[in-house]
């Protein structure tokens, strides 16, 4: 059974988890989604890569480039597959933002696009990070897809149903609680206020 389907079977049985509803914890799914597919799109490739060049010596001949290492193995290897899954996510983000009946104001777009960047920031730079074992070791390939599969995929979820090292974890050692955990929280918690508003006036 794969991750998307998992997902989805959780919450045919479930109408909420750990006081997220469906709609919540598909924004936070779709949050990982969309940032994961857009870093992916320029690092995913040239990272995997990136043991095998080493391995070879090749990576000696990106240090004669006029260009920075980095900058000429991203540009060679442009992942264009993960533009599908970038479509995607914004499609369901569309559904999701529509199910949740949000009320979007100037700052909330811009805190949400600020969300977007960072977290897409985060994704490449763990993606990065991984990948740049290689100089020191053998194989860094495994690195790379413990650090994109197997860490990230506990994000798909709320981290507070996970145990206290686990959370600890995903928050000051591998920051992936910050991708879309704690952003997706303050819209919760906005919009739960909304909802419980009483007006005051006469």
Not at 113 to 129: C, D, R
Request: proline share 3%; hydrophobic share 55%.
């Amino acid at each position: 059974m794969t991750l998307q389907q998992l997902f989805w079977v959780i919450f045919t049985r479930f109408e909420m988890l750990d006081g997220w509803t469906f709609n919540e914890l598909l924004f936070l799914y779709n949050t990982n989604l969309l940032t994961y597919a857009i870093s992916s799109a320029f690092f995913w490739g040239p990272m995997k890569e990136l043991e095998n060049i080493v391995r070879s010596g090749d990576f000696d001949l990106y240090l004669t480039k006029p260009i920075p290492p980095l900058r000429l193995l991203v540009l060679r290897q442009f992942g264009h597959t993960f533009i599908a899954h970038v479509i995607l996510a914004v499609i369901v983000f569309v559904i999701c933002f529509q199910n949740l009946k949000l009320q979007w104001s100037f700052a909330h777009v811009l805190f949400f696009v600020s969300i977007i960047a960072g977290a897409t920031l985060i994704h490449s730079g763990l993606i990065i990070i991984a990948a740049s074992c290689a100089f020191r070791v053998v194989r860094s390939t495994t690195i790379v897809d413990m650090t994109i599969y197997a860490v990230r995929n506990f994000i798909n979820y709320p981290i507070s149903i996970y145990a206290r090292s686990v959370q600890f974890a995903l928050t000051f050692f591998i920051p992936y609680a910050f991708v879309n955990y704690f952003p997706s929280t303050v819209f919760k918690i906005f919009y739960l206020g909304v909802r419980r508003y009483e007006s005051t006036g006469t």
